[in-house]
């Protein structure tokens, strides 16, 4: 079956370090992959996208990476800040889903402590 | 204004209830879609539409019946509600053209029924 895994448990980091969050898939072909953040109570916001040709994508402090033999995408924010924390949800688009829309994980929960 | 409006904000019904939700998108995207969020389990798709008269069934249709008034305008209705109906739902719209195909949502509606 097709599954989209991100860390249920939430991730505790210390201000100024590195954060990491990890999205694995099993079953997908992805064309792309997007991340989003998700603050509590709101929609999420589009953050990155990563074709499939391609390995890393660089934003400000953010940093996506793509492994297709590995089927994985980390996900990583540089001198993290309090005001990261948030729910960070990754999204495949993939046309083995029979659908044209992208198929969500559930998220990870990043905590920045100060 | 925001860009992306969903009424109620939220609404409390009883089981057997018919429900409507709406969306409004003053971004003139075509591409408009209706997802649930339950906690743990994130955004599942319910129905897309890529124009106003293409509708498609998402990854848990059953239960759940949409209508694309206009390019501006994606309902999502509940025939009968029940409990486990109970989640936050998100519109989105997208536009490809620009070659990321990023999703923007709407601030949710909390359905809760009892």
């Known amino acids: 079956s097709q599954k989209i895994e991100q860390n249920s448990e939430a991730l505790n980091i210390q201000e100024g370090k590195t954060a990491t969050l990890t999205c694995n898939y099993t079953?997908?072909?992805?064309?792309?992959l997007q991340w989003y953040r998700q603050d509590p109570g709101r929609g999420p916001v589009f953050l990155l996208l990563?074709?499939?040709?391609?390995k890393e994508k660089r934003k400000e402090r953010l940093k996506v990476t793509f492994d297709t033999t590995l089927k994985q995408s980390l996900f990583h924010i540089t001198a993290s800040q309090p005001a990261d924390s948030a729910t960070y949800l990754c999204a495949i688009y993939s046309m083995d889903t029979g659908r044209r829309a992208l198929t969500f994980g559930s998220g990870t929960r990043l905590q920045v402590q100060p | 204004d925001a860009d992306v409006t969903q009424t109620p904000r939220n609404r409390i019904t009883k089981t057997g209830k018919r429900i409507m939700l709406e969306c409004s998108q003053t971004k003139g995207h075509d591409r408009m879609y209706w997802y649930r969020q339950d906690p743990g389990l994130g955004l599942r798709l319910i129905y897309y539409?890529?124009?106003?008269?293409?509708?498609n069934k998402g990854e848990i249709s059953d239960g759940y019946s949409v209508s694309r008034q206009a390019q501006a305008k994606f309902s999502l209705s509940l025939e009968s509600a029940i409990p486990n109906q109970t989640a936050l739902y998100f519109c989105?719209?997208?536009?490809?053209?620009?070659?990321?195909?990023?999703?923007?949502f709407g601030p949710g509606t909390r359905l809760t029924v009892l």
């Open positions: 989105a719209t997208s536009d490809p053209s620009g070659g990321y195909n990023e999703q923007f």
């Open positions: 539409s890529f124009d106003v008269k293409d509708i």
């Open positions: 990563i074709r499939e040709n391609e």
């Open positions: 079953n997908y072909s992805p064309a792309y």
